[in-house]
């Protein structure tokens, strides 16, 4: 069990406590170990149980329960817990704009006890009646519920790719002799996934033999099996004739509007067979279109006047740009992720810790600002040629300006600005904020754009063209933030920033050194764009970047 698994255990019994009215002093020293915990650079399943004792923030108490979770998966006063609360109650608490403190008034005063009756409740008003529920948060909730109800069954490419895999194997053990084909969503790389597809030329009968367990529901549509299990995840089996399997790959590989696009173009039958995928495009006289691609319908006439472009891979990313150090909110120490970075023989870190104003996540002040660069001067010096330049995430007010003058934005070699405080906005005020700030000759790469969260928050609403044409107009880069839950800007708007001729950046939002590995991420929402390497600034060498600054030096002038 790894520490953030850990620490959710403590994070759950703590707001159960707050739920039931139980012992406050207890649920807030339990919340304090999960934040502890989450933030320990070392797993504690790998510490001694004297060295776990002897961690700031745990105790002998505290301490017990965390070998008892890492022994035995469990912790029996969160099971006593789990026990007395309905299980609405605890889905209540995946509802974004929902404590504690208000979800125990819902269940004890209100006396609702799932996300359905709550919903109607708010149809009815009847939040209003108690203290702390004023219209705008009973709207914010009905909104949150709606939100989450529509996502029920859905999750990040990230969270479902070990899944996917997993079945990978199960599928081939289970089925020796015949053959399978990921297709659909998932190999399309699309952002969020519902269901997992495979095209194969097993049998329905085969494939509900083998899924014959109470654990299973099945759904049985012609020559197609839907399977669900208890993940909530759709598994789907496409059942087809051996010889037509790369005709229905092709056709579940594909938007509709891109399928759509094609048939316009070029004779489509079903019942054609192929002997692989790539015929397909070789009988039409069309470049291979990677099934990442096939989502508009453009992408079909660059490929006939062979101009798909070489799109990025992890491979070509040489920098990490966007980091969080323990100056901040991060998990390790700014030295820590200088020998995280060399180590996965990356050229440069930028190093982009919280500015002032984010206080909620330890932002700097300009004397800690001194501070850190005198040390990023000393670990150059101790660790070169890799380079670690000084950045700062800046904060964009309410007013679009930066929350340091420009004296101290000066000292930065480049500065990332991002909106994090009062998301809530419409259009307009989005607009205005973000203008400004690109605006700002300081600002050098602008932040997840959108302030989204992938199934959590669908961010503020922006015009992506106007936001582009003014990042052409000052040159300023926009971030493929690769955070799983951002992935923000959104890539279908990639190919416009290109033909604008905007750099984008895909960085990691790391705040640790194992989320260094948010590139991935990124890349493979990059690609649905077409991002190429030569387009994207943490592709470039050290000495590209250094030129690159230089550049960006003459905006302030």
């Known amino acids: 069990m790894n520490n953030n698994e850990i620490a959710d255990n403590f994070s759950l019994l703590a707001k159960l406590m707050d739920i039931h009215g139980d012992n406050s002093f207890k649920a807030k020293s339990y919340s304090s170990a999960a934040f502890n915990i989450e933030k320990f650079p070392d797993e504690l399943s790998t510490l001694a149980n004297n060295e776990i004792f002897a961690l700031k923030g745990i105790g002998e108490t505290i301490g017990k329960k965390i070998l008892e979770v890492i022994d035995t998966g469990r912790i029996s006063e969160l099971d006593n817990y789990l026990e007395k609360t309905p299980p609405g109650i605890l889905e209540m608490l995946r509802i974004k704009g929902l404590g504690p403190k208000k979800i125990a008034t819902i269940w004890k005063d209100l006396e ?56 990978e194997e199960k599928i081939a053990e289970w089925f020796p002799q015949k053959t399978f084909y990921c297709t659909g969503d998932f190999r399309r790389q699309l952002l969020i996934i519902d269901k997992l597809e495979w095209v194969t ?147 440069y870190l930028v190093i982009s810790d919280h500015s002032k104003s984010a206080f909620y996540a330890g932002g700097l002040y300009p004397d800690k600002i001194i501070l850190q660069h005198k040390l990023i001067d000393d670990l ?75 199934l959590s928050r669908r961010g503020y609403p922006v015009d992506y063209e106007t936001i582009i044409n003014a990042c052409a107009k000052h040159n300023v880069v926009i971030e493929l933030n690769a955070h799983p839950r951002r992935l923000d800007m959104d890539w279908q708007w990639i190919n416009v920033a290109l033909e604008k001729g905007v750099l984008i950046s895909i960085d990691p939002d790391a705040h640790s050194i194992d989320e260094y590995n948010n590139i991935k991420y990124g890349v493979l929402a990059a690609q649905k764009g077409g991002l190429t390497k030569e387009n994207n600034v943490s592709s470039f060498s050290l000495q590209q970047f250094e030129a690159f600054l230089e550049e960006q030096r003459e905006k302030r002038k």
């Open 380 to 454: 150059n010096e101790k660790y070169k040629p890799f380079k670690i330049f000084k950045s700062i995430e800046s904060d964009i007010l309410n007013d679009g300006s930066l929350d340091y003058d420009d004296s101290v934005l000066a000292s930065f070699d480049l500065v990332i600005t991002s909106v994090h405080s009062n998301l809530k906005m419409n259009q307009e005020k989005a607009m205005m904020r973000l203008m400004n700030a690109i605006a700002n000759p300081y600002t050098t790469i602008l932040g997840h754009m959108t302030g989204r969260l992938l």
């Open 201 to 347: 030329g097993a049998t329905v009968a085969e494939i509900e033999k083998a899924f014959n367990s109470e654990i299973y529901t099945t759904e049985i549509d012609d020559s197609i099996i839907k399977i669900k299990g208890p993940e909530n995840l759709l598994l789907q089996f496409y059942c087809t004739p051996s010889a037509l399997l790369f005709t229905k790959l092709f056709a579940t590989s594909c938007s509709e509007e891109f399928m759509n696009a094609w048939k316009n173009k070029f004779s489509w039958d079903d019942a054609k067979q192929y002997s692989a995928e790539e015929e397909i495009f070789t009988v039409n006289k069309i470049e291979w279109i990677p099934p990442y691609l096939r989502e508009k319908p453009y992408v079909i006439d660059k490929a006939l006047g062979r101009q798909l472009p070489q799109v990025i891979t992890t491979r070509d990313i040489k920098a990490i740009i966007h980091s969080h150090s323990n100056w901040s909110d991060g998990s390790n120490t700014l030295e820590q992720m200088v020998k995280g970075a060399i180590e996965k023989g990356f050229e």
């Open 112 to 167: 609702v006890e799932t996300i359905g009756e709550l919903l109607y409740a708010c149809t009815e008003n009847r939040l209003l009646n108690y203290k702390g529920f004023g219209a705008k948060t009973q709207q914010n909730i009905r909104e949150s519920i709606e939100f989450y109800l529509n996502n029920a069954g859905s999750y990040l490419y990230a969270q479902v790719e070990s899944y996917a895999a997993a079945w």
